[in-house]
């Protein structure tokens, strides 16, 4: 049943509510690359970033991605945004620390696969890079992170950069314009479950 005295309170109350948000985006006139650092321990930190480069697609952008740690080839992200133009694709690990055991192959793989992401960071027709797991390489000290901060800062001022992991450095935190955490309240695989494709591949 209707009730115009809540009605009238409900619309008066979402009119202050858009004079504030109008009033914001108002004010938000810069534009520049960001950098977006996706950290925490839940599932969803790469697979938010696939869905940037879908929406950076859309508009027609150059995208590069770089796969640290991560030596699969067969996932679905890979298949199909790896094949669309305008999309540059390179899985640069060897698989998680547990599997190679060997410190120095992973240090060198790390470097190698820095050596892609820098050029990337470097050239301005990349308008979209997405550093996967780039966060394990500074905390296990894999990489310099001060070289890595320091391309980050100087890359093209209309380049976006999303960087993905958990731990992610308070240096990179403080230097990111946006940072989301994603939290681990249940997963799947605690409960006996494989990885899905689709899903998790």
Known sequence: MADPQRDARHTARMARK?????????????????????????????????????????????????????????????????????????????????????????????????AIAARM?????????????LTYLLSYGYLDSDSVLDALVHRPADQHVIVTGRGASDALIELADTVSIIADEKHAYRAGIKAQPGIDL
Do not use: C
């Open 18 to 114: 858009k004079a504030v948000i109008d009033a914001a985006i108002a004010a938000a006139t810069d534009e520049r690359g960001l950098l977006i650092v996706i950290t925490g321990n839940g599932k969803g930190k790469s697979t938010s970033a696939f869905g940037s480069i879908a929406r950076a697609l859309g508009h027609g952008m150059k995208v590069g991605v770089v796969q640290f740690i991560k030596s699969r080839t067969d996932t679905g992200e890979e298949a199909f945004l790896g094949k669309q133009p305008g999309v540059e694709w390179h899985v640069t690990g060897d698989g998680f620390t547990w599997d190679t055991q060997d410190r120095e192959q992973d240090i060198a793989t790390a470097q190698n696969g820095w």
């Open 121 to 133: 960071l470097a050239d301005s027709s990349y308008q979209l890079v997405v550093l996967d797991e």
